[in-house]
């Protein structure tokens, strides 16, 4: 389909779906060609910036502050709220849930990913996911409710513990904000604060798989020093409505049950293709999948020169996002196409208050309280939206160096 | 009962029901006090700042921004969430929803307002109230998600309008919000947001009928000027599912029905005593019930020296806290308790950015940017909490200097 646009011109219509780090990134790079005619579609009229989920599941900041509004983000860009439900690939047509279709000349998958259960028993029913503003507030309702529900003797005092099911950087960060928010409450709920616990379960043998084994040593320790029961070679076999069972026979009973043990693209997509174990989508060297279908970020399986599948992150599909509006310009100007390659800037994750890990080379490791500003400033600087960077500052002011009330609200 | 803590003196178990204005007015004053112990009870463990619940209702503030944790409020009072169900006055003993009871020796109810319908038909299902945090997330959702369903067609046009009945204080708050989130809102749906519209009624002849004649007047001229449809003399005799009938006939389509005009004590009360029209309690010159009862703030009716009864407001409230607080020690070190005597330090309403009006003494009255000055700064003093306050003057400061997105989760 061309679009025209009251010009002579016909435009290409690019269709990018999903308006998370990658969608956004290519978008931006192409909003203002004089060639293309870009159409974001999300199901949600904002981009999450799910690297600080973590604090509103945790009552420290208000969810509305880490939802950018993408309506207005670029004027350029016609934005649709809608969830697509089919690719007709022959046509090059969009069907989504309201009933509309929505023709394109080239298509980017944009579309993230999910938590992965793995076909766990009684995962998806009886623990709380960690991917979206709705499944922050249920935690954040869990965390909060139970301390009211417990001193009103309609829960029982076990209820308290918190069990969070993966070592990598979204458990590690929410066990020591957990941590720390417990240590907050046990002014307002005396009697039975102090019985409340937290426990961080991982699979594999080290915190931060990822990481340098030193940093997984750092972040042990530190939350183990925090009060966090972390336990390694611990895989879950069972979640029921009040425990998860573990391989090794031994059972968890824990009031709040988080999995973030992982992530897998969504499974609607994999008829597109050739797909991985994480149902991501194999794409050629410049993250094609056909001469019209270009996939970024999570949903896409893109392997490195070193034969590496690049991980599921959000700086990964901010460059692929970028690559592909810049291979769809070098197209339309009828330049060779580039293969995609992956510039590693390293990796961070905060445990607490002064307390973190960088990651930026290999020789170029830190850990502690400057590796905690470096994650502030790194974390700040990527937030979209001025609002939003201004507002989320002076909240962390007030929780980092004041330390005042959590937020209240819960129903 | 006399409750001993410890200590050899047994102290008089105060119980306050409701945790606003005019219950924690009564805690603070009270907590520190060798010969009591205070106990608060609400339903919910926040105060809420209801002077700016307009401003959450149309996505300027967060949510927690407005409510005050009341359970660190005062470390030596004790707080119990709960709805109360009865008193029995004979016993001095409340019964509680979850099944519970609390024996006082002094009870002060302070147990609020909430929204008058005055029996008009339709009402209580077909509008909006605006007296909790659940209201205003539910007109805050009505306000943004309308917009989506109009551009998805799954409504008509006609759902963009918005009505709100009541010309006092929180109905000209809302309709100037209204009005200029609308206006923000129009480079977001540009096809679609130029024919949203906002109607204020009021019943009686004028806007803010509390205030000078000059002032109503400059509410009014003022949010005319704003495009505000607002129609005095204009009383509603019903309410549909998509629009309000007038007494004079006609009929006001709109998507949004906001009422708020005027508040009632809760009826759960009148059987205490004797009660005015707006179901509040008739207390005598002490703000006594009876020898151990107690009724400030929305729920009492009180009339002053020229036989005018207290207007509901926070200020009333707060002064009769404290007067309650004071006179309970006088009765402690047996000396004769005083009248209440309101001081009357005036009244103010904002009506938009720059826009407001202040009346402190009959020959002090003004208008306009200085008056809108005086509203931010008088309500951020009045905030609780270092938090809350520093939380919304940056939001503040972006939302009239700077002027950036709204706030966008609406599910």
Known sequence: MLVEFGDKTPKRHVVIVGAGFGGLACAKKLRRSPSFSVTLVDRNPYQLFSPL?????????????????????????????AEVTNVDMQNKTLSLQNGKSLAYDDLVLAVGSEGATFGIAGVAEHTLQMKSVQDAREIRRSLLRTYEDVEDEILPL???????????????????????????????????????????????????????????????????????????????????????????????????????????????WTFLGDTDRANRIKVDAHLRLNDSIWVVGDAASFGDKTGRTLPMIAPVAIQQGKHVARQLRRRESKQALEGFEYRDKGQMATIGRRKAVVEIRSWLRFQGSLAWLTWLALHLAYLSGGRNRTSIFADWVWNYIVWTPRRTITD
Chains 1, 2 share one sequence.
């Open 53 to 81: 989920l973590y604090q509103v599941a945790t009552a420290s900041l208000p969810e509305d502050d880490i939802a950018f509004p993408v309506r207005t983000a670029y004027r350029e860009v016609q934005f649709v709220r």
């Open 158 to 268: 076990e209820n308290l513990n918190v069990v969070i099911v993966g070592g990598g950087p979204t458990g590690v960060e929410l066990a020591g904000a957990i941590s720390e928010l417990q240590r907050e409450i046990r002014r307002e709920f005396e009697h039975i604060a102090p019985q409340a616990s937290v426990t961080l379960l991982e699979a594999g043998p080290r915190l931060l798989p990822s990481f340098h084994p030193r940093s997984s040593n750092y972040a042990n320790k530190t939350l183990r020093r925090m009060g966090v029961d972390v336990r390694v070679d611990a895989a879950v076999i069972e979640a029921t409505p009040r425990s998860l069972r573990l391989k090794d026979g031994s059972e968890i009973v824990a009031g709040t049950r988080i999995w973030a043990a992982g992530v897998v693209a969504p499974p609607t």
